[in-house]
């Protein structure tokens, strides 16, 4: 016959033996090959001087788990010694294990891992290096400190990296990742996902969906893959590959790669010596704007380099009118072409593999702003 517990605290609770050691700080279950079914209940606070910290299951027994909370469960070889950590095979081990809807798992000092099934859980790595998988619902993961995985599963999930060199996948669904500090790999996955790197070198790939992808302030790659999506460098050295569909880039400060790929794609610079290359498609290089000119900050030592424009069908978009520009040939670091540049000579962008001649400032190909 099935064991039920139902709408249930174990807090506080030791498993010692003479050699103080203990199996099962709240809960020892050792009936051979039978079930147990944990709902709506709290473990907290409770220590096992040896294994599982909340529920030590030794003989071939079914556990299934939903809607209750594991938080700060020990295990040590003293009652002095209770810097270990919270982990799934801790609080609950050497059984079948289902763990279901709707659950708040929390982990402390060492590696923890957790793996929920259905439900909108919270998961909590705290301290160590975690590997955290949400599975179906809408999830929220934190890692914590130290080096993290984790995984939301299907539905709309938040993923907090926290500190470390994190990796974060948020699956299918609407998700929403952050990297925090360090140097973080986040994959947005299926939907329209929100990815912030955070501090460090982040690595950010949206996959399919129409996602917003954001830098941070160090040198990150940010992928756009499938979907029409919003990626912005922020300050650092950043690449921006915009993937297929209708992008939206923008480098922000620092030397930026920004590749626009396949799609009709906007590209927009700010200020440092940033390369653009649009790719297949109606593209739009965005110089400057109804407020500023951009490039135009550090002499003829920051500007554009458009590698790829065609008159037949990309645009370069500029402050102001005609007349306060002028073009001339201009070579700078191996790069030639034909530079734009303001009355007053500074250098704006370099128009890659093209003739002073074969621009017109006055044509359609641009727009001023």
Request: proline share 1%.
């Amino acid at each position: 016959m099935p064991t039920k517990i139902k709408n249930s605290t174990f807090s506080g609770n030791k498993a010692k033996d003479t050699n103080n050691q203990g199996l099962g700080g709240a809960i020892y279950d050792g009936l051979w090959g039978s079930e147990t079914n944990i709902e709506n209940t709290t473990f907290e606070d409770n220590y096992a001087g040896s294994e599982a910290g909340a529920i030590y299951t030794p003989n071939n027994r079914s556990i299934t788990i939903q809607d209750s909370i594991f938080d700060n469960n020990k295990t040590g070889n003293s009652a002095n010694n209770q810097q270990s950590n919270f982990e799934v095979f801790e609080d609950i081990t050497e059984s079948s294990l289902r763990i279901k809807n709707n659950n708040i798992l929390q982990g402390s000092n060492k590696n923890d891992s957790f793996n929920q099934g259905a439900g909108n859980d919270i998961l909590s790595g705290r301290n160590g290096r975690d590997r955290l998988k949400g599975g179906d619902g809408n999830d929220s993961l934190d890692g914590g400190s130290d080096n993290d995985s984790l995984w939301g599963g299907k539905g709309s999930d938040f993923l907090e990296g926290g500190f470390g060199d994190d990796r974060l996948d948020g699956g299918a669904g609407k998700d929403t990742l952050n990297g925090g500090y360090h140097n973080d790999t986040l994959k947005g996955g299926k939907g329209n996902d929100r990815l912030n790197g955070g501090a460090g070198n982040d690595r950010l790939t949206g996959n399919r969906g129409h996602d917003t992808l954001l830098g941070g302030n160090h040198s990150d790659y940010l992928g756009g893959g499938a979907g029409n999506d919003y990626l912005e460098g922020n300050t650092g050295n950043d690449t921006l590959v915009g993937g297929s569909g209708n992008d939206t880039l923008v480098g922000g400060q620092g030397n930026d790669q920004v590749v626009g790929d396949v799609g009709n794609d906007i590209l927009i610079g700010s200020m440092g010596r940033d390369f653009f290359r649009g790719g297949s498609g109606k593209d739009k290089f965005v110089l400057g704007d109804n407020k500023d000119i951009f490039y135009k900050a550090n002499g003829n030592q920051d500007y554009a380099i458009v590698s790829d424009f065609q008159h037949s069908q990309d645009v370069i978009a500029l402050k102001s009118k005609a007349s306060n520009y002028h073009l001339s040939t201009t070579s700078k670091n191996g790069i030639s072409g034909t530079g734009i540049y303001t009355t007053k000579d500074e250098l704006i962008a370099i128009v890659q593999n093209i003739e002073p001649q074969d621009l017109n400032l006055n044509a359609n190909y641009f727009n001023y702003i």
